[in-house]
Nanobody
Framework: QVQLVESGGGLVQAGGSLRLSCAAS????????MGWFRQAPGKEREFVAA????????YYADSVKGRFTISRDNAKNTVQLQMKTLEPGDTAVYFC????????????????????WGQGTQVTVSS
């Protein structure tokens, strides 16, 4: 079956960096656009970043633009999220997701287009 497994979360001070990774199995990885979402306590899940099938297109939420970078390695079936200059407002559980819909040119911000989700990894940024 399809599995998406996130790793790399943790506790970091404001201004620090973390690199999240998501390992995919059970699917033809290069046929899926990939995205990262996050959910803070008491808040709805929100879009963070997306990358198209080949990695040629990326899209970011305004709140992370210039600080986060999404990338993928189709040979290793992984997608990464490099996070820099972290802020307390970035504290959340981060989820990776796989999208087969072909909508939005592979950089969908809509959770409804994503078929598979990981279990999430906690990122906590202290002030």
């Amino acid at each position: 079956q399809v599995q998406l497994v996130e790793s790399g979360g943790g506790l970091v001070q404001a201004g620090g960096s973390l690199r999240l990774s998501c390992a995919a199995s059970g699917l033809t990885f290069s046929s899926y656009a990939m995205g990262w979402f996050r959910q803070a306590p008491g808040k709805e899940r929100e879009f963070v970043a997306a990358i198209s099938w080949s990695g040629g297109r990326t899209y970011y939420a305004d709140s992370v633009k210039g600080r986060f970078t999404i990338s993928r390695d189709n040979a290793k079936n992984t997608v990464q999220l490099q996070m820099k200059t972290l802020e307390p407002g970035d504290t959340a559980v981060y989820f990776c997701a796989a999208d087969s819909s072909r909508e939005f040119l592979g950089v969908s911000t809509q959770s409804r287009t994503y078929d598979y989700w990981g279990q999430g990894t906690q990122v906590t940024v202290s002030s």
